[in-house]
């Protein structure tokens, strides 16, 4: 089955920097791979998400990056403030019609002020 | 509007208790998910509703039984837990042509 490795498990950046989160995945059938926030007592919020058949999507101070060859995608936060603090999970899945997401084990982000 | 619903927030319940979860969209979305999230883990599958039918079960234990009563609610009945068994419980919800999941706030569950 899908596997889904996400790196760094912990980030510390200073306020107003960049911050860049890697995920690989292992199913080359794989073709939607969501970012989603968690807070504290939160559930898990969609912040972007990109389709196998696009290469870069921006929303803003938010992109994410998808190399289908290497199979890795990559979450990029610019301008980063301290309400950007949470973990963030990517995710990979393949298919619709009630579809199966696979999660990355999580990345702590800490923006220092 | 994208929210799910989710009661109650906190749940401590005994072994031996039945209890359940609750869980409700407005959004007229047709797939339903449960998912079990332990601290400092990422989220794990346990169910989908495709259509109110149960398409994936996730090899869940028997002491979990779901229901989905109709195209808005999920529930998550439970009966004879085990301590380990605590955690937060997120529901969440798609269209069945989109991939994308809305997750509502979750159930902390505690069983002592």
């Known amino acids: 089955g899908e596997n889904v490795e996400q790196h760094p498990s912990t980030l510390s950046v200073q306020e107003g920097d960049s911050a860049v989160i890697k995920c690989t995945y292992s199913d080359s059938a794989s073709n939607y791979f969501p970012w989603y926030k968690q807070e504290l007592g939160k559930g898990p919020q969609l912040i972007i998400d990109?389709?196998?058949?696009?290469g870069e999507k921006k929303d803003q101070r938010i992109a994410v990056t998808l190399n289908k060859t290497a199979k890795h995608f990559s979450l990029h936060i610019t301008e980063t403030q301290p309400e950007d603090s949470a973990v963030y999970f990517c995710a990979a899945s393949k298919s619709r019609n009630g579809n199966k997401l696979v999660f990355g084990a999580g990345t702590i982000l800490r923006v220092k002020s | 509007d994208t929210e799910v619903t989710q009661t109650p927030k906190h749940l401590v319940m005994g072994m031996t208790n039945k209890k359940s979860l609750k869980c409700e969209q407005h959004m007229g979305h047709r797939a339903m998910y449960w998912y079990k999230q332990k601290a400092k883990k990422p989220p794990e599958l346990m169910f989908v509703?495709?259509?109110?039918?149960?398409?994936i079960n996730e090899s869940v234990p028997s002491r979990f039984s779901p229901e989905c009563p109709n195209s808005s609610l999920l529930n998550l009945h439970l009966h004879a837990l085990q301590p380990e068994d605590s955690a937060l419980y997120l529901c969440?919800?798609?269209?069945?042509?989109?991939?994308?999941?809305?997750f509502g706030p979750g159930t902390r569950l505690l069983v002592l």
């Open positions: 509703y495709s259509y109110e039918k149960l398409s």
């Open positions: 969440a919800s798609s269209q069945l042509s989109e991939e994308t999941q809305y």
């Open positions: 990109i389709r196998s058949n696009v």
